[in-house]
């Protein structure tokens, strides 16, 4: 089983449509996780910090499911812009704070 | 302002000629890493270093050299490059400790022919 998993898409939506992307970790000891958004052969951002509590930040909410071992990332009222590749990255197992990504997720928002 | 430079952007080289990009950071991160981005394939990570003179392999080490003699610095040496390492490079840093997020320069793509 891969450390970090998302499902790859491409998720194909309007814009207006809401969108939730999932990914999973396997070690249960991960501490950190972020969401960084990558455009076509562009260097990856920051999206937005992951906290256990869950945080909002504009159309974008993301949240942590500890006992699940998963993130997620809803987009709410997609735009056009929004069509990107979005990375999951967990941080921080065995005392490590060297990342892992998972493959990414590919959106897609048409008018 | 806070970032990570990478040079080339581009290169177009031939097999087997010996090459260097380079990757700085100015801001004072203790972590250090290069990957690699091939289609379908997503980030693979090819060397790191946790801090000065400290290197380590990734998941792709193969055909890749590192070093780490200054703390801003991490070139990636190609000996003698072939047609598979035609890829998109990025460098990478973040300060040490598991909270903080890793900050990207803006990518290398090498074609080797």
């Known amino acids: 089983r891969k450390e970090v998993e998302q499902d790859p898409g491409p998720f194909n939506v309007p814009e207006g449509a809401t969108v939730a992307f999932n990914c999973t970790y396997s070690?249960?000891?991960?501490?950190?996780f972020f969401w960084y958004r990558q455009d076509c052969r562009k260097e990856p951002k920051l999206l937005m910090s992951v906290y256990s509590s869950g945080n909002e930040d504009g159309r974008f909410t993301a949240q942590l499911n500890r006992a699940s071992q998963y993130i997620s990332l809803l987009i709410r009222d997609s735009k056009l812009s929004d069509s990107a590749t979005y990375l999951c990255v967990v941080i921080g197992s065995g005392g490590s704070y060297i990342p892992t990504f998972g493959r990414g997720t590919s959106l897609i928002v048409h008018p | 302002e806070a970032q990570v430079t990478q040079n080339p952007r581009y290169l177009i080289t031939v097999t087997g000629k010996k090459l260097t990009v380079t990757c700085s950071q100015n801001m004072n991160h203790e972590y250090m890493s290069w990957y690699r981005q091939d289609p379908g394939l997503g980030l693979r990570q090819i060397y790191y270093?946790?801090?000065?003179?400290?290197?380590d392999k990734g998941d792709v080490p193969e055909g890749y050299k590192v070093s780490r003699k200054e703390k801003r610095n991490f070139p990636l040496i190609l000996e003698s490059p072939s047609p598979n390492q035609t890829s998109l490079y990025f460098c990478?840093?973040?300060?040490?400790?598991?909270?903080?997020?890793?900050?990207f320069g803006p990518g290398t793509r090498l074609t080797v022919t």
């Open positions: 070690n249960s000891a991960s501490q950190s």
């Open positions: 270093s946790m801090n000065v003179e400290v290197t």
């Open positions: 990478a840093s973040k300060r040490q400790g598991w909270q903080y997020e890793q900050y």
